[in-house]
């Protein structure tokens, strides 16, 4: 089974175009985001590969409670509405409670629901429920084939627009590891899989209060996974990383994110061909 379907102007499939997601982790303030977001479309105009721009209004799960979490979701869906008006990318966003799921179905052009809440019944519900494409980012304590749960809820409701993400598994404290044999897995679940590039070098709470996160090997795991057959890929980046209000220990530069995603896609034609 492979469902086609559509985000923003993208060819969303098993037998889809290659497209990368990717943004700041949290919605800084407007500045950044259209920067960030600017820059991704002058790579899809230059490069030819499609771009969505992803950040969240809130982070619910930060490793500790004065770490910064967003401008919520009334300023932050206004600033997504503003980027996707500027720049003419499709938005992604996260979704951590029901009650977020039909006004950020409003303005998204594909919700995302956390790893940490793959399994929340009534979350994924309510986002299927909005119709529109959901990006359910496969949790780092189930197996790839266990997926079919989260896929199984969004097929009750109606909703067969789902992409699953693989981004890392425990392996023991302040560790992840990946296992690229979990992208062809969950494709045989009739979903595209994304590949998260960035979240997959964290060091969960390797700072104590914070992740660490090492991502440098950011674009080692990126291109191996779109060789092992990964539809997109997932990345968070940032001017300057070093600032971030979120993520700062994992995210990428500017500076190498062209060269990364014209090799992922000369890798992703290479293994289409």
């Not at 951590?96 to 809440?117: I, K, M, N, R, Y």
């Amino acid at each position: 089974m492979d469902n086609t379907f559509e985000i923003g102007k993208i060819k969303v499939g098993l037998k889809g175009e290659f497209f990368v997601i990717a943004g700041p982790c949290v919605i800084e303030d407007e500045d950044v985001c259209l920067e960030v977001a600017e820059f991704l479309a002058q790579i899809q105009k230059e490069a030819g590969v499609k771009c969505i721009f992803k950040a969240s209004f809130d982070k619910a799960n930060r490793t500790s409670i004065q770490s910064f979490r967003g401008p919520g979701m009334a300023k932050g869906l206004e600033v997504l509405d503003g980027v996707r008006s500027r720049t003419g990318l499709p938005i992604l966003t996260d979704v951590h409670e029901t009650s977020q799921a039909e006004p950020v179905g409003e303005v998204a052009d594909c919700l995302q629901v956390p790893a940490f809440l793959c399994r929340q019944t009534d979350l994924l519900v309510a986002c299927g429920r909005t119709g529109k494409p959901v990006n359910i980012k496969k949790g780092q304590f189930v197996s790839p084939e266990e997926m079919k749960n989260a896929v199984s809820k969004m097929h009750a409701v109606g909703n067969d627009k789902v992409l699953l993400t693989e981004r890392g598994t425990f392996f023991g404290y302040n560790r992840l590891v990946n296992d690229m044999t979990s992208i062809p897995a969950m494709q045989k679940l009739g979903c595209p899989v994304v590949f998260d590039a960035t979240h997959s070098t964290q060091r969960p709470g390797g700072l104590g209060n914070a992740s660490a996160g090492a991502p440098e090997l950011a674009p080692v795991l990126a291109k191996a996974a779109v060789a092992a057959g990964a539809n997109a890929v997932f990345m968070e980046i940032h001017p300057q990383p070093e600032t971030a209000l979120c993520d700062a220990a994992s995210m990428l530069p500017l500076s190498v994110v062209k060269d990364l995603i014209v090799t992922c896609k000369k890798i992703f034609e290479l293994v289409k061909r």
